[in-house]
C-alpha cells in the first residue's frame, strides 16, 4: 500500500482492512480550513521521511462527507489512528510535528524494528549487502539481542566470522535459544573450516622466520581467502607500522587491495583505513 493515498467511498474497505496489519493514520481536513491543510503537510511529511512506519490517508471532508460523518468528525483538522479496523487514538486542531510524534511512538514499531524485519526479507532473497546495511543502522540504534542474532547470521552468511562471533558474544545468557544454538554450530563449523592446512604450515613458517616478509604476506594472503580478515590486517599492519613501504611496497600494496575487497561501509576496513591514513600523514 502507498506511503500517503486520499481515501475515499471506493478505497476504504482496502484501507481498513490494511490496519489490521499495519498502523493507519486517518486525517481530516478540507481547503476551507488553513489549520487544516497546515496539519496534512506536516503529516505528508513525517510519513514520508518514515516510509514504511505507517500509512496516511487523507480524507477531504468537502467531497467525502459520507466518511467524515461514519467517524463523527465535528471539527477539522482531526487525526485518528486506526488499528484493526478501529481508532485508538487521535486529537483535535493543529499540533507540531513534535507533538504527533510522541502520539504515534505510542502505538508504532520503532524504526530499528522495521529495518529488522525488511533485512529479514532481504536475507530469504540472499541480498546480503542491503540487508547487512539495515542491520548496522538497527543495531546502533538499538544493539539489542533480537538485533544481534540476525546480524550475527548475516555475517556468517557473508563470511564475516570475527564480527559473527562479537555479535555471539554480546548475547545475554536469558537470549541464548535454539537460534543462538544454530549460530554458535554455524560459526564452529565455518571457523574449523577456515583453518586449512596451508594457513597452520604458513603460521609455523612465520613463527620459525618472524622477519621474513615473503611468507608473511603468503600468510596474509591465505588468511584474506578464508575470510578471516581480522588477522590478515593485524598481521601485516605490524610491519607496515615501522615501514610504510617495506617489502619494496608490496605489503602497502597488498594491505590496500584486501580494504579495496571489504568494501567502503566495511566496519573493519574503515577502521584499517584510518590507521594507514594516521601513517601516510
Same mark, same amino acid.
Given at each position: =500500500?502507498?506511503?500517503?493515498?486520499?481515501?475515499?467511498?471506493?478505497?476504504?474497505?482496502?484501507?481498513?482492512?490494511?490496519?489490521?496489519?499495519?498502523?493507519?493514520?486517518?486525517?481530516?481536513?478540507?481547503?476551507?480550513?488553513?489549520?487544516? &491543510?497546515?496539519?496534512?503537510? %506536516?503529516?505528508?511529511? =513525517?510519513?514520508?521521511?518514515?516510509? *514504511?512506519?505507517?500509512?496516511?490517508?487523507?480524507?477531504?471532508?468537502?467531497?467525502? =462527507?459520507?466518511?467524515? $460523518?461514519?467517524?463523527?468528525?465535528?471539527?477539522?483538522? %482531526?487525526?485518528?489512528?486506526?488499528?484493526? +479496523?478501529?481508532?485508538?487514538?487521535?486529537?483535535?486542531?493543529?499540533?507540531?510535528?513534535?507533538?504527533? %510524534?510522541? =502520539?504515534?511512538?505510542?502505538?508504532?514499531?520503532?524504526?530499528?524494528?522495521?529495518?529488522?524485519?525488511?533485512?529479514?526479507?532481504?536475507?530469504?532473497?540472499?541480498?546480503?549487502?542491503?540487508?547487512?546495511?539495515?542491520?548496522?543502522?538497527?543495531?546502533?540504534?538499538?544493539?539489542?539481542?533480537?538485533?544481534?542474532?540476525?546480524?550475527?547470521?548475516?555475517?556468517?552468511?557473508?563470511?564475516?566470522?570475527?564480527?559473527?562471533?562479537?555479535?555471539?558474544?554480546?548475547? *545475554?545468557?536469558?537470549?541464548?535459544?535454539?537460534?543462538?544454538?544454530?549460530?554458535?554450530?554455524?560459526?564452529?563449523?565455518?571457523?574449523?573450516?577456515?583453518?586449512?592446512?596451508?594457513?597452520?604450515?604458513?603460521?609455523?613458517?612465520?613463527?620459525?622466520?618472524?622477519?621474513?616478509?615473503?611468507?608473511?604476506?603468503?600468510?596474509?594472503?591465505? #588468511?584474506?581467502?578464508?575470510?578471516?580478515?581480522?588477522?590478515?590486517?593485524?598481521?601485516?599492519?605490524?610491519?607496515?607500522?615501522?615501514?610504510?613501504?617495506?617489502?619494496?611496497?608490496?605489503?602497502?600494496?597488498?594491505?590496500?587491495? &584486501? #580494504? %579495496?575487497?571489504? +568494501?567502503?561501509? $566495511?566496519?573493519?576496513?574503515?577502521?584499517?583505513?584510518?590507521?594507514?591514513?594516521?601513517?601516510?600523514?
Amino acid at each position: =500500500m502507498e506511503t500517503v493515498l486520499d481515501l475515499t467511498k471506493e478505497n476504504i474497505q482496502q484501507v481498513v482492512d490494511a490496519s489490521a496489519e499495519q498502523v493507519v493514520v486517518l486525517c481530516f481536513w478540507s481547503n476551507q480550513s488553513p489549520e487544516s &491543510i497546515t496539519l496534512s503537510q %506536516t503529516l505528508i511529511s =513525517m510519513a514520508q521521511k518514515q516510509a *514504511g512506519r505507517f500509512v496516511l490517508a487523507k480524507i477531504d471532508c468537502d467531497s467525502e =462527507m459520507e466518511i467524515a $460523518n461514519y467517524f463523527q468528525i465535528q471539527n477539522v483538522p %482531526t487525526t485518528l489512528v486506526l488499528s484493526e +479496523g478501529k481508532p485508538i487514538d487521535g486529537f483535535a486542531g493543529l499540533q507540531d510535528e513534535r507533538q504527533i %510524534t510522541e =502520539m504515534l511512538d505510542k502505538h508504532l514499531p520503532a524504526q530499528w524494528q522495521l529495518k529488522l524485519n525488511q533485512a529479514k526479507a532481504l536475507l530469504v532473497d540472499e541480498d546480503f549487502k542491503a540487508a547487512l546495511h539495515l542491520l548496522r543502522d538497527a543495531y546502533s540504534e538499538s544493539p539489542n539481542a533480537e538485533i544481534a542474532l540476525v546480524y550475527a547470521d548475516a555475517e556468517l552468511m557473508a563470511g564475516d566470522l570475527t564480527l559473527a562471533g562479537e555479535l555471539l558474544d554480546s548475547v *545475554g545468557l536469558a537470549d541464548q535459544d535454539s537460534y543462538y544454538q544454530t549460530l554458535k554450530a554455524k560459526l564452529a563449523l565455518a571457523l574449523d573450516a577456515a583453518d586449512t592446512p596451508e594457513i597452520r604450515q604458513l603460521q609455523q613458517a612465520c613463527d620459525i622466520e618472524p622477519d621474513n616478509i615473503s611468507i608473511l604476506l603468503d600468510l596474509v594472503k591465505a #588468511l584474506h581467502q578464508a575470510k578471516r580478515d581480522e588477522e590478515a590486517l593485524a598481521l601485516l599492519f605490524a610491519p607496515l607500522s615501522k615501514d610504510i613501504s617495506i617489502e619494496n611496497g608490496d605489503a602497502k600494496k597488498l594491505f590496500l587491495e &584486501i #580494504l %579495496t575487497a571489504l +568494501g567502503q561501509g $566495511n566496519q573493519l576496513a574503515n577502521q584499517y583505513r584510518r590507521k594507514l591514513y594516521s601513517l601516510l600523514y
